[in-house]
């Protein structure tokens, strides 16, 4: 089998934990080269296209489109046309990979990371009648009925299941990025008309991998779930790791086994409650978020040290820069994250990252500044490399096209994964200010609220000033409250002297 490769799904990232193969761009059969694109992944925070590592014949898919796949698990294989089909069962068998089953034709699943894909506006028609209303089967209200005029967002599942049905999407609202159409949408707009929706049980069902058959006495677990894990005869492999210091914890297990494995003693008695609330199912990168978040503010011991900053002199260049200099719009934002570059390397024991598995704090000579970029199902942080050594128009148009990119899901990773600083700005918002939690393994983060007109004393005098509060969560374990408050200070003197982030 030494003539086998396989093609697997990459490490893009330290929190990457799974992917979700959105189309494959090479076809079983196809020679490629090395860095050629052969496929599309999606992960928690972007959509990529992934290169291949090598050269070769694409013998078999083994990945579907819409399955989601963990780290390093085989996507397709690689051999010549003198290996033989048995050969490439062995080696599957021996990487304990089963073949997905084909997804039934009556349940489409859905996962929670789909692409964008256009519905074309010739879409066939299926039959023009709301099927028949049996046990466990779909009834379409007549009023969506019938094929889209248009081009409409959907993702394969749901352009799949609308062409079954005869759904028209341009009548199904979207609820996904980007107003994306998902299976979920349908369904609810099935039911608002008054129609039947199947259930999803038999293709889940037919959509679970095989168990795997690889050795877990290495993985590291925690002891309760390797003792559910066996109780249970569950491959440590078959878990997604949420536990501390990348263990399976003991609900990474329980969720492997299914809503089964809850003990019937430990069930609450359930209410039906479905009128008065609507589910939710979390995206991949909302999943993300709050298992890394909840880990930082679990983890980290945050303290806060506030200060308002007086904008008048930095308002005053920034109209002087916008109003002269042809092509250039510089926002307070472009201007804070270059104050905040200066101030980290200025004192530079706040730009830093701490390795807690090495217990070591990594100083870094260049400011590489994180932003939070809103997102409809999250949030990003994209990255200003070297900040500080940047000028204030490549500021601005460094932050304009990774804002930009960021919303389109088209981030390469290594534009959002690192950073020695994080910046929150919710003033835009009208916010006057907020605590942020500190975006690991950075040791610290500014929370910039509102700039506003208050009165204030000016030189001894009652004055209308504009003011602008920020708020510094700083990690205890690295950052002190004097080294929190002396980068306050300097950041403060460049904020209300920003001629001095021009020298």
Same mark, same amino acid.
């Given at each position: 089998?030494?003539?086998?490769?396989?093609?697997?799904?990459?490490?893009?990232?330290?929190?990457?934990?799974?992917?979700?193969?959105?189309?494959?761009?090479?076809?079983?059969?196809?020679?490629?080269?090395?860095?050629?694109?052969?496929?599309?992944?999606?992960?928690?925070?972007?959509?990529?296209?992934?290169?291949?590592?090598?050269?070769?014949?694409?013998?078999?898919?083994?990945?579907?489109?819409?399955?989601?796949?963990?780290?390093?698990?085989?996507?397709?294989?690689?051999?010549?046309?003198?290996?033989?089909?048995?050969?490439?069962?062995?080696?599957?068998?021996?990487?304990?990979?089963?073949?997905?089953?084909?997804?039934?034709?009556?349940?489409?699943?859905?996962?929670?990371?789909?692409?964008?894909?256009?519905?074309?506006?010739?879409?066939?028609?299926?039959?023009?009648?709301?099927?028949?209303?049996?046990?466990?089967?779909?009834?379409?209200?007549?009023?969506?009925?019938?094929?889209?005029?248009?081009?409409?967002?959907?993702?394969?599942?749901?352009?799949?299941?609308?062409?079954?049905?005869?759904?028209?999407?341009?009548?199904?609202?979207?609820?996904?990025?980007e107003g994306r159409i998902s299976v979920a949408d349908i369904e609810a707009a099935v039911r608002a008309?008054?129609?039947?929706?199947?259930?999803?049980?038999?293709?889940?069902?037919?959509?679970?991998?095989?168990?795997?058959?690889?050795?877990?006495?290495?993985?590291?677990?925690?002891?309760?779930?390797?003792?559910?894990?066996?109780?249970?005869?569950?491959?440590?492999?078959?878990?997604?790791?949420?536990?501390?210091?990348?263990?399976?914890?003991?609900?990474?297990?329980?969720?492997?086994?299914?809503?089964?494995?809850?003990?019937?003693?430990?069930?609450?008695?359930?209410?039906?409650?479905?009128?008065?609330?609507?589910?939710?199912?979390?995206?991949?990168?909302?999943?993300?978020?709050?298992?890394?978040?909840?880990?930082?503010? &679990?983890? $980290?011991?945050?303290?806060? !040290?506030?200060?308002?900053?007086?904008?008048?002199?930095? %308002? +005053?260049? #920034? /109209?002087?820069?916008?109003?002269?200099?042809?092509?250039?719009?510089?926002?307070?934002?472009?201007?804070?994250?270059?104050?905040?570059?200066?101030?980290?390397?200025?004192?530079?024991?706040?730009?830093?990252?701490?390795?807690?598995?090495?217990?070591?704090?990594?100083?870094?000579?260049?400011?590489?500044?994180?932003?939070?970029?809103?997102?409809?199902?999250?949030?990003?942080?994209?990255?200003? &490399?070297? $900040?500080?050594?940047?000028? !204030?128009?490549?500021?601005?148009?460094?932050?304009?096209? %990774? +804002?930009? #990119? /960021?919303?389109?899901?088209?981030?390469?990773?290594?534009?959002?994964?690192?950073?020695?600083?994080?910046?929150?700005?919710?003033?835009?918002?009208?916010?006057?200010?907020?605590?942020?939690?500190?975006?690991?393994?950075?040791?610290?983060?500014?929370?910039?609220?509102?700039?506003?007109?208050?009165?204030?004393?000016h030189e001894g005098q009652p004055a209308v000033r504009t003011q602008m509060s920020v708020s510094l969560?700083?990690?205890?374990?690295?950052?002190?409250?004097?080294?929190?408050?002396?980068?306050?200070?300097?950041?403060?003197?460049?904020?209300?002297?920003?001629?001095?982030?021009?020298?």
């Amino acid at each position: 089998m030494s003539d086998i490769r396989a093609i697997e799904v990459p490490k893009w990232g330290l929190s990457m934990e799974e992917g979700t193969l959105t189309d494959w761009l090479i076809e079983e059969g196809d020679s490629f080269a090395a860095q050629q694109e052969v496929c599309e992944i999606e992960t928690s925070k972007i959509s990529n296209v992934m290169q291949a590592p090598f050269a070769g014949v694409l013998r078999r898919k083994v990945a579907q489109p819409g399955q989601t796949i963990p780290v390093g698990g085989v996507l397709g294989i690689v051999a010549d046309a003198s290996v033989s089909d048995a050969e490439i069962d062995a080696y599957l068998a021996q990487r304990g990979v089963a073949e997905p089953a084909p997804v039934s034709e009556s349940v489409p699943a859905e996962t929670t990371a789909q692409p964008l894909v256009k519905l074309a506006a010739s879409a066939p028609a299926a039959a023009s009648q709301p099927s028949v209303k049996t046990p466990g089967a779909w009834q379409v209200p007549q009023a969506l009925l019938g094929a889209s005029d248009e081009a409409l967002f959907a993702t394969p599942h749901a352009l799949k299941l609308a062409a079954q049905l005869n759904i028209n999407l341009s009548r199904v609202p979207g609820s996904g990025r980007e107003g994306r159409i998902s299976v979920a949408d349908i369904e609810a707009a099935v039911r608002a008309e008054g129609g039947q929706v199947a259930s999803r049980a038999a293709a889940q069902k037919a959509n679970q991998a095989a168990p795997s058959r690889l050795d877990d006495s290495q993985v590291l677990a925690t002891p309760v779930a390797r003792r559910l894990a066996q109780q249970w005869g569950i491959n440590l492999h078959d878990c997604r790791v949420t536990g501390t210091r990348g263990r399976v914890c003991k609900a990474d297990v329980l969720q492997a086994r299914g809503a089964d494995a809850v003990p019937q003693a430990q069930a609450a008695p359930t209410v039906d409650s479905r009128e008065a609330f609507e589910p939710l199912p979390m995206n991949g990168m909302r999943k993300a978020i709050a298992a890394r978040l909840q880990a930082s503010k &679990r983890d $980290a011991p945050h303290f806060r !040290l506030h200060a308002d900053f007086d904008l008048e002199r930095l %308002l +005053a260049l #920034r /109209a002087e820069i916008n109003a002269s200099v042809p092509g250039v719009k510089i926002s307070v934002n472009d201007l804070l994250i270059k104050a905040c570059a200066q101030a980290l390397v200025k004192v530079p024991d706040v730009n830093v990252q701490y390795d807690d598995e090495r217990q070591e704090v990594r100083r870094y000579r260049d400011a590489d500044i994180s932003i939070a970029v809103a997102l409809p199902g999250g949030l990003i942080t994209p990255i200003i &490399r070297q $900040a500080n050594r940047k000028s !204030l128009a490549e500021v601005s148009g460094e932050m304009l096209s %990774l +804002a930009t #990119r /960021a919303k389109a899901g088209t981030l390469k990773p290594e534009e959002f994964q690192g950073g020695t600083f994080s910046i929150s700005n919710l003033g835009m918002l009208g916010v006057r200010q907020f605590d942020a939690i500190i975006n690991p393994p950075q040791g610290a983060i500014l929370a910039i609220g509102a700039g506003e007109k208050r009165v204030v004393a000016h030189e001894g005098q009652p004055a209308v000033r504009t003011q602008m509060s920020v708020s510094l969560s700083c990690d205890h374990r690295v950052i002190d409250g004097a080294l929190g408050a002396t980068f306050l200070k300097e950041l403060k003197r460049l904020v209300e002297n920003p001629t001095l982030m021009l020298v």
